[in-house]
């Protein structure tokens, strides 16, 4: 079973490479504070504490970089408003699917209660919940960066099946929307790997609110 998992994730970090690429691509996230944000160490040697200093150092600007510009067809208002939800974890979750970076999951108030059950069966999530995860990156040379805003919205029931009734949406880290196919990028990857879980991927247990 672990293998068959190791391969999923593996197709779905083929899927997305050049996603994240095209994201990276589009407004680079750069600046002062940006080059100052350094974990001093290679990702494989990174404790929890060490990550929670990357992310404290880059979230002000993150935040900040997301906002910029339009939106299109992103709701501009989810962009702004992530950060009055609750968080589903206590500090960044280890690299593993999103292109293996560190996840911040915010959820918001409709959801939150429900997703924090991490449950892996019998998952009921209500409409109208929306999941944001910010993502950022340290290479193994220390460097950190920040990564792609992550947004999950659930509609209602039937809306949407063939993506479990989910719209899937990406920021760049510079704040430009990004245009992906949702079925294959993002929806596919959901189903084969969290399918049983109503299609959500929750962090790592070691950090999950509650834990």
Known sequence: MRRHRNMRRHICFAMLAGVFATAAAIIPFGGAQAASCEAGKSRADMTEADAQAVYDCLQSVMYENYNKGGKNWIPAEYVKNYRDWKLANTAPAAPGFHGDRYLMTWVNPVGYDAYVEFRDENVEIPAGTIIAKESFDVAENGSAKAGPLFIMQKVEEGRSPETLDWYYMMVSP????????????????????????????????????GN
């Open 174 to 209: 510079g704040g430009a929307p990004v245009a992906v196919d949702v079925i294959s990028a993002c929806s596919e990857c959901h189903k084969e790997n969290f399918g049983h879980q109503g299609g959500l991927g929750y962090p790592v247990l070691d950090v999950r609110v």
